[in-house]
């Protein structure tokens, strides 16, 4: 069973940076697709961040463009978020998801494991 643990994420001032962490146990985890999500108290789980198997290709959401950047460790048993440029409106629990199915899913339905989720907090 695959098993993912996110880390990383704390309070940070608006125009500030955090790196966040998700740390997998199991079998075959280079064969997934990993993404990462966020949801903000009385909001939907929103996609932020996918990147492929292969760590090749990368997709994100329009409101992180630019900001944040998914990769893959070394390892390739961890994926990263590097979060830049933060604003308020990206305080939300960061959850990270592996996908066994498809190539790089920006939809929820399409992850088939998931983390317990790490709180960002931006202040402004």
């Known amino acids: 069973q695959v098993q993912l643990v996110e880390s990383g994420g704390g309070l940070v001032q608006a125009g500030g940076s955090l790196r966040l962490s998700c740390a997998t146990s199991?079998?075959?985890?280079?064969?997934?697709?990993m993404g990462w999500f966020r949801q903000a108290p009385g909001k939907e789980r929103e996609f932020v961040a996918a990147?492929?198997?292969?760590?090749?290709?990368?997709d994100y959401a329009d409101s992180v463009k630019g900001r944040f950047t998914v990769s893959r460790g070394n390892a390739r048993n961890t994926v990263n978020l590097q979060m830049n440029s933060l604003k308020p409106e990206d305080t939300a629990v960061y959850y990270c998801?592996?996908?066994?199915?498809?190539?790089?899913?920006?939809?929820?339905?399409?992850?088939?494991?998931w983390g317990q989720g790490t709180q960002v907090t931006v202040s402004s």
């Open positions: 998801a592996a996908a066994l199915r498809s190539f790089m899913p920006t939809t929820r339905a399409d992850y088939d494991f």
């Open positions: 990147i492929s198997w292969s760590g090749g290709n990368t």
């Open positions: 199991g079998p075959t985890f280079s064969s997934y697709a």
